[in-house]
């Protein structure tokens, strides 16, 4: 009877051992395999140009709006500009942009600026993370987000793939967001 416990244990002593072992190599041996990811190609930039609502009729006020990069999971990685009323920071509409908001409401005070007329604007993004840091290259969406008090919601979020070689794309249009597009280039 000691005989077949004996080994039994023995036996989960060396599986724990091995797979103990394993834990501890493989992961190393795993991220030398992998390819390493390429960062951001210097001096170049991705730059989105839009146009908000300029067709629009009646008594038309200024929109909110958030432009921002997320990275595949909808996590943001930067947000480019985000324009809200400055007097007084009203909470009250700022909500209805919603998906930048969801994330990225703490960002209110350090990156937003005032509302603006409807027209074509231009923002571009250098490679750099909210943090600072260096962004990879890789696939990322494009987002562009509108609200307007008692007016329309919009938004526009696709995918664009940063490498090292330059492109430009038309991105779909929503309502108060006329027009988009991305270019990537030189800075």
Not at 16 to 35: G, M
Not at 47 to 66: D, L
Not at 72 to 88: A, D, F, I, K
Not at 175 to 181: P, R, W
Request: charged content about 20%.
């Amino acid at each position: 009877m000691n005989s077949p416990t004996r080994r039994s244990f023995i036996g989960k002593l060396a599986a724990a051992s091995a797979a103990l072992t394993l834990t501890r190599f493989l992961p190393a041996q795993a991220a030398a395999a992998s390819p390493t990811t390429k960062k951001w190609a210097t001096g170049m930039a991705l730059s989105v140009a839009f146009t908000v609502a300029t067709q629009a009729t009646g008594r038309v006020k200024r929109p909110y709006v958030a432009v921002w990069i997320e990275d595949m999971q909808g996590n943001p990685v930067r947000t480019l500009t985000m324009w809200t009323q400055q007097s007084r920071m009203n909470p009250r509409w700022l909500g209805e942009l919603r998906r930048w908001y969801r994330e990225n409401s703490a960002l209110v005070a350090t990156v937003s600026s005032a509302t603006r007329n409807p027209g074509s604007y231009a923002v571009a993004w250098d490679g750099k993370t909210d943090k600072g840091a260096i962004a990879a290259q890789g696939e990322y969406y494009v987002c562009i987000e509108t609200a307007r008090e008692h007016g329309p919601y919009s938004l526009v979020r696709e995918k664009v793939t940063v490498a090292a070689s330059a492109f430009k794309k038309t991105l779909g249009a929503d309502q108060d967001i006329e027009a988009a597009s991305v270019s990537f280039g030189k800075a």
